[in-house]
């Protein structure tokens, strides 16, 4: 069991940067480490976890308030998991239609490159297609 890393080495050990881990002591999403008599944090096990936890969330995409959630759920652990699903299938249709959007923002790029004469300017297919969002193959990108 390991306590008293000061944040330097808790960034290091945890993937987070000092800034942040502060930033989430700030907000509520760590609870305020014990300090030192000369008034530095002191982080232990529990909290490198829970850093991970929230890293690893951020790197998924859910915003703090979901991750706040997460956490309450995870501080409780024999409660159901209903509300941890519903929070990762509300981030999932997130990711789904980000992912339309970007397939239709492809298709859309590719559409203008196939398009384009390589001549001089006044005929590029994308000059045209960014002055004129009406020319866009799709409608939503």
């Known amino acids: ?3 008293n890393i000061p944040i330097g080495e808790a960034a ?3 993937g987070v940067k000092a800034p942040t881990i502060r930033y989430y002591e700030q907000i509520g999403l760590l609870p305020a480490p014990p300090r030192s008599e000369g008034n530095r944090r002191h982080f232990g096990d529990a909290d490198l976890r829970r ?3 929230i890293r690893h969330a951020r790197e998924l995409g859910f915003e703090i308030e979901a991750i706040r959630a997460l956490l309450t759920l995870q501080d409780d652990p024999n409660q159901p998991c209903a509300t941890a699903d519903a929070i990762a299938k509300a981030r999932l249709i ?3 239609h980000r992912i339309s959007s ?7 790029l590719e559409a203008m490159v196939d398009g ?3 001549g001089r300017v006044a005929g590029c297919r994308v000059i045209e297609v960014l002055a004129d969002h009406g020319k866009c193959a799709n409608r939503v990108h």
């Open 1 to 3: 069991m390991t306590k």
């Open 12 to 14: 290091r050990l945890s």
């Open 51 to 53: 850093l991970a936890f």
């Open 94 to 96: 997130e990711v789904e």
């Open 102 to 108: 970007l397939q239709a923002l492809k298709a859309e």
């Open 116 to 118: 384009c004469s390589h």
